[in-house]
């Protein structure tokens, strides 16, 4: 899929009314010591406008009043589930991943909020167009300082997988999917502090098909309580692994793995890399090629930075069109 048109019609008025079979998504909601936020992610879950679902929310053995606000709500569509022992965000995420009874999937966590139309739109996305994963771009809010800014996301499944090779190209909290491959390929425990990354890398493997769609859908809210920030170190570790993992499962050698280099090895290992890359993945863009390809540039580099950024442009045109020629060829 090189391109994403979202469908202005609505889905029928009938597929958003609770249905005799159960619900079309499942709202996944992990929630550990969450007080001061898991109020507003719950209430941006009962105010969207789509309202066929349930939200499943486990409370993975909170020791502040967590349990307590999830108690104020009594909405039917909620499904509450209290743990006296902490199991961890990863057990937590594919316990009410077998638990789902929706078609689809969608993941919130408990300190981020769903802007109102979210629902509605992803499940029309995945409705209409032949996609497995469904991400979205996205507000992030500094918690600190209160600053809002824009994601910077890439759309196609051909972007997306590219960019797996640096990055995970997907917010986790803004993702809908069929909830089968979830129940099929549970996040790995040894994934811990990336398992998003590595779940998606292996998605990406085993051939499914990914979109974010280019309209915001979510409030993506950075604070110094958030496990991404108390655990970057591991994370990273985690990555890295998982990273080359999935480089030698596109059959890309590990030696092509993304990283700083002077500029004759990167005219090597950088240029070889993004020709195998758009071999293995015909359609990547030429933007998605030049941030890939910046990863194998050193940062700061002065006055030498509009060359690099030349080098940059030139690298990855070059390399777009080899994946364009391969798609046209039919290799």
């Known amino acids: 899929m090189d391109?994403?048109?979202?469908?202005?019609?609505?889905?029928?008025?009938?597929?958003?009314?609770?249905?005799?079979l159960g619900p079309l998504v499942s709202v996944s909601m992990p929630a550990f010591n969450a007080e001061r936020y898991i109020g507003e992610a719950i209430e941006s879950i009962l105010s969207q406008t789509y309202t066929n679902f349930e939200l499943i929310i486990i409370d993975d053995g909170s020791t502040d009043q967590t349990r307590e606000i999830i108690n104020r709500y009594h909405d039917t569509r909620i499904v509450k589930i209290f743990s006296d022992?902490?199991?961890?965000?990863?057990?937590?995420?594919?316990?009410?991943?077998?638990?789902?009874?929706?078609?689809?999937?969608?993941?919130?966590?408990?300190?981020?909020?769903?802007?109102?139309?979210?629902?509605?739109?992803?499940?029309?996305?995945?409705?209409?167009?032949?996609?497995?994963?469904?991400?979205?771009?996205?507000?992030?809010?500094?918690?600190?300082?209160?600053?809002?800014?824009?994601?910077?996301q890439r759309h196609s499944n051909a972007d997306i997988r590219a960019m797996l090779t640096v990055c995970s190209p997907l917010?986790?909290?803004?993702?809908?999917?069929?909830?089968?491959?979830?129940?099929?390929?549970?996040?790995?425990?040894?994934?811990?502090?990336?398992?998003?990354?590595?779940?998606?890398?292996?998605?990406?493997?085993?051939?499914?098909?990914?979109?974010?769609?280019p309209k915001k859908l979510i409030i993506y809210r950075l604070h110094a309580s958030q496990t991404s920030i108390n655990f970057r170190e591991e994370a990273k570790n985690v990555f890295k692994k998982s990273q080359a993992q999935y480089l030698s499962g596109l059959g890309i050698p590990v030696t092509f793995l993304p990283r700083a280099m002077s500029l004759a090895e990167r005219l090597n290992f950088g240029v070889e890399c993004l020709r195998l890359l758009n071999q293995k993945i015909p359609g990547i863009s030429v933007g998605a090629n030049y941030e890939i390809y910046a990863r194998f540039q050193h940062r700061k580099n002065g006055i030498l930075t509009p060359l690099t950024r030349l080098e940059r442009w030139l690298i990855a045109l070059s390399a777009s069109w080899i994946g364009r020629k391969g798609r046209v060829s039919g290799n």
């Open 171 to 213: 917010c986790n909290p803004a993702v809908m999917g069929k909830t089968e491959i979830f129940k099929s390929h549970p996040y790995k425990l040894t994934s811990l502090h990336a398992e998003d990354y590595f779940f998606w890398a292996e998605l990406a493997i085993a051939g499914y098909r990914f979109a974010n769609i």
């Open 85 to 152: 022992q902490n199991h961890g965000l990863i057990s937590t995420r594919n316990k009410i991943a077998t638990l789902a009874k929706g078609k689809y999937l969608a993941l919130l966590d408990a300190d981020d909020r769903a802007l109102p139309s979210r629902l509605k739109i992803q499940v029309e996305f995945l409705e209409t167009h032949e996609v497995d994963i469904c991400g979205a771009d996205h507000w992030t809010l500094n918690q600190k300082n209160g600053d809002l800014r824009n994601s910077k």
């Open 3 to 20: 391109a994403i048109e979202l469908n202005n019609s609505f889905l029928q008025a009938a597929e958003d009314k609770p249905s005799v």
